[in-house]
């Protein structure tokens, strides 16, 4: 099999966005009524987009306390899911348990070592899409700008501040909002295009 080059820094600046999803398509969960909701519409699907954050950490050797937050998406809606809810919690722990349903996403192992040590529970029926790219033959980690970028030819947008923003916090920004539900959005995007269905 060939070796495929990953797209560089420089290849994915020069390319069109992909247009994501807005607020109006993001809900976020951090009560027990928003929980009840989108538990029965994410437990109706066969497939969802998968993605944590955490809070960073700056000291050496400090152990994350994340995910804080735990995001699934359809193709056409993002729920982002606060932990500090028990009914959250609760709810997301059910679905990354359920082996009916593929979580889709990118670099997922440090997600798994968080999920059991935070949640305690093992992530069931998880496919990591860098898998798929490195059995297509790219040798690098594309990750979820490097595969939208192949896949779409378009440039994923992420923001470095939302990134290393505190994802603890009870109020969400619009920002992080926006960048969570992105996440895994991109994921189930990138999936349905590789035809996996």
């Not at 009560?31 to 994410?42: D, F, M, N, P």
């Not at 969802?48 to 960073?56: M, Q, R, V, Y």
């Not at 798929?132 to 192949?150: C, D, N, P, S, T």
Request: aromatic share 8%; charged share 20%; proline share 2%.
């Amino acid at each position: 099999m060939t070796s495929l080059l990953s797209p560089t820094k420089e290849h994915m600046l020069g390319l069109e966005p992909l247009e994501r999803l807005g607020l109006d398509d993001i809900v976020v969960v951090s009560t027990r009524q928003h929980v009840e909701q989108a538990y029965a519409t994410l437990l109706g699907c066969a497939v969802l987009g998968f993605d944590t954050e955490s809070k960073p950490t700056f000291v050496r050797d400090e152990v994350s306390q994340g995910p804080h937050v735990v995001q699934f998406s359809t193709l056409h809606k993002a729920y982002v899911f606060q932990l500090h809810d028990e009914t959250c919690r609760e709810a997301v722990c059910a679905l990354l348990q359920s082996e009916r349903i593929v979580k889709v996403g990118f670099g997922l192992a440090g997600d798994h070592q968080q999920i059991q040590r935070t949640l305690g529970v093992q992530v069931q029926n998880v496919l990591d899409l860098n898998l798929i790219f490195r059995q297509r033959g790219y040798v690098k980690e594309l990750g979820v700008r490097g595969a939208v970028a192949v896949v779409f030819n378009r440039r994923f947008m992420k923001s470095r501040k939302a990134t290393t923003s505190n994802w603890a916090n009870r109020q969400l920004t619009e920002s992080q909002i926006v960048y969570s539900g992105n996440d895994a959005w991109a994921a189930i995007k990138v999936y349905h295009a590789l035809g996996l269905t």
